[in-house]
């Protein structure tokens, strides 16, 4: 059986799934992939969040099976996204001119600012995890805001943002999404979250109001950053757009 070259591109940017890489790849190709994006994510968090299951009241239970549940998602993707918040957090924290700061993105190492950054935001998503009730409940949750991380790239890859550099992946993708690919891969999202809603169950209003709402509104804030500091959208911002979103929704759906 032949896997299409969609489900190439979103399986293997998505996943450390060895899938081979599509016979072509152009930005009809990203474009769909990015649409099944929502589905991959929903299949990564539910796999890396089963853990939530079987996991009882107890704090200390909650906060180790929150961190072991980040920390397989983080395996799964290959950390992919981490790394791109990682890069932008030393970019935007160097103050440099935009091509500087690029390159500064670029770099293989890490610096002072994306460590902190990935301290925190780690932090905030198991501390978030460990904050929902146990059981299905944290798990619908779990599978919610990564998929509406994964939302957050195809809406960031639409025709209202441009690409920082002229090559790359980032370059590729952004623009990809036209209005028709955006609206299925929202329908798609939305079956998920309504699923998520009843099944958890989750509160309504946070699950299909809320956390959408905090999603769409990481992507608008990290695509204005990303113009104003960068000249553009990169891959790395893509990647911290979807940890900063999944974290979001996290956040939306444990405070109470």
């Not at 060895?18 to 990203?30: I, M």
């Not at 002072?112 to 978030?128: E, K, R």
């Not at 099944?199 to 999603?215: I, K, M, N, Q, Y």
Request: charged letters at 10%.
């Amino acid at each position: 059986m032949t896997i299409p070259d969609e489900v190439r591109f979103a399986v293997g940017t998505f996943t450390r799934l060895p899938v081979p890489a599509p016979a072509t790849l152009d930005a009809t190709v990203a474009g769909r992939g990015l649409v099944l994006g929502p589905a991959v994510g929903a299949a990564i968090a539910l796999v890396s969040g089963l853990l939530l299951l079987v996991t009882d009241v107890d704090l200390v239970a909650r906060l180790l099976s929150a961190t072991l549940v980040v920390a397989l998602a983080a395996w799964i993707t290959r950390a992919l996204h981490w790394d791109g918040l990682a890069d932008v957090a030393d970019g935007l924290g160097s103050g440099a001119p935009p091509e500087r700061a690029r390159e500064i993105m670029r770099r293989s190492d890490i610096g002072p600012f994306g460590v902190l950054t990935l301290i925190f935001v780690v932090a905030l998503q198991v501390l978030s995890i460990a904050q929902l009730p146990a059981g299905a409940p944290a798990l619908a949750a779990w599978v919610l805001a990564v998929t509406l991380g994964r939302l957050a790239i195809a809406l960031a890859c639409g025709p209202w943002f441009r690409a920082a550099r002229p090559a790359g992946l980032g370059a590729l993708v952004i623009g990809a999404m036209t209005p028709a690919r955006i609206a299925v891969a929202v329908a798609l999202t939305a079956v998920i979250a309504i699923t998520c809603a009843a099944l958890g169950p989750l509160d309504v209003f946070r699950a299909l109001l809320w956390g959408p709402a905090a999603a769409v509104l990481v992507v608008v804030a990290m695509g204005r950053l990303a113009h104003n500091r960068f000249g553009g959208s990169t891959g790395d911002v893509l990647g911290a757009t979807a940890e900063l979103a999944t974290t979001a929704v996290l956040l939306v759906l444990a405070l109470s």
